[in-house]
Nanobody, 115 residues
Framework: QVQLVESGGGLAQPGGSLRLSCAAS????????MGWYRQAPGKQRELVAT???????TYSDSVKGRFTISRDNAENTVYLQMNSLKPEDTAVYSC?????????WGQGTQVTVSS
């Protein structure tokens, strides 16, 4: 029943980069708004970025200019390119597919930024 499969998390040093991937089912990917959320220990989950089916994007202020969300419609995959990583980016990152009154979540992938 898994509909979103995430990959790409890991350990990076400050200033480094990681690229997260989220593979969705064809049906979900074609109509849902795709996004990335993150939750750090002791903090609330926050929205990082979203992308619509037509390519419109939004970003949280904390990642603007550093992170880029994109999608490959042929492969039903959404990406989060994370550059200039900071220790405060450390969190579990989760892929999300959203429609009104319905959310589908991936399993989450750990991103740790540390020297």
């Amino acid at each position: 029943q898994v509909q979103l499969v995430e990959s790409g998390g890991g350990l990076a040093q400050p200033g480094g980069s990681l690229r997260l991937s989220c593979a969705a089912s064809r049906i979900i990917f074609s109509v849902y708004i795709m996004g990335w959320y993150r939750q750090a220990p002791g903090k609330q989950r926050e929205l990082v970025a979203t992308i619509t089916s037509d390519g419109s994007t939004t970003y949280s202020d904390s990642v603007k200019g550093r992170f880029t969300i994109s999608r490959d419609n042929a492969e039903n995959t959404v990406y989060l390119q994370m550059n200039s990583l900071k220790p405060e980016d450390t969190a579990v990152y989760s892929c999300n597919a959203r429609m009104t009154y319905h959310n589908i979540w991936g399993q989450g992938t750990q991103v740790t930024v540390s020297s």
